[in-house]
């Protein structure tokens, strides 16, 4: 599926059952990603009614990024990844639920090999940064401040 701007068409899908309850008795992911920039948005709950749906989109699409054009209710192959980046990121499949926010964060910050960007580029028009680059000075920091060598 293609979509003809960024933000315009949203597959949405549920993950669960997750039978592992996390500690805080979440078993269910809503998971949406956009199919022009392949941006992913997901949250837990532990209970998922029409009204959750409701409010995940309004606070996650509409508030975020406008109106969608149209949105699909799919089973999407993001699932396996985000399952994939979630038991390699949990210690204790309990946790799953708090390293939910990392599992994104490190999807959207690794490069696609179907665009050879991160998602975070394509969504932000630059890479992340990392507060550890920052302390560190991290060369690409100073490359993109324009800091002249004599500065740092």
């Known amino acids: 599926m293609t979509s003809p701007w960024p933000f315009s068409v949203w597959g949405i899908d549920i993950i669960g059952r997750i039978t592992a309850k996390a500690s805080n008795r979440h078993e269910f992911i809503l998971i949406a990603i956009d199919y022009f920039t392949k941006w992913v948005e997901a949250v837990s709950f532990s209970v998922l009614k029409a009204k959750h749906v409701a409010r995940f989109i309004e606070s996650n699409f509409i508030c975020r990024y406008g109106i969608p054009h149209e949105i699909i209710l799919d089973n999407e192959s993001i699932n396996k990844n985000v399952k994939l980046i979630l ?13 939910l926010p990392f599992a994104l964060w490190g999807y959207r910050t690794s490069i696609q090999t179907s665009t050879e960007m991160t998602l975070y580029s394509l969504v932000y028009g630059m890479e992340a940064i990392l507060p550890a680059e920052i302390e560190v000075i991290y060369l690409r920091i100073i490359l993109e401040s324009q800091i002249l060598e004599a500065e740092w």
């Open 87 to 99: 038991e390699k990121t949990t210690e204790r499949y309990r946790d799953w639920a708090d390293k």
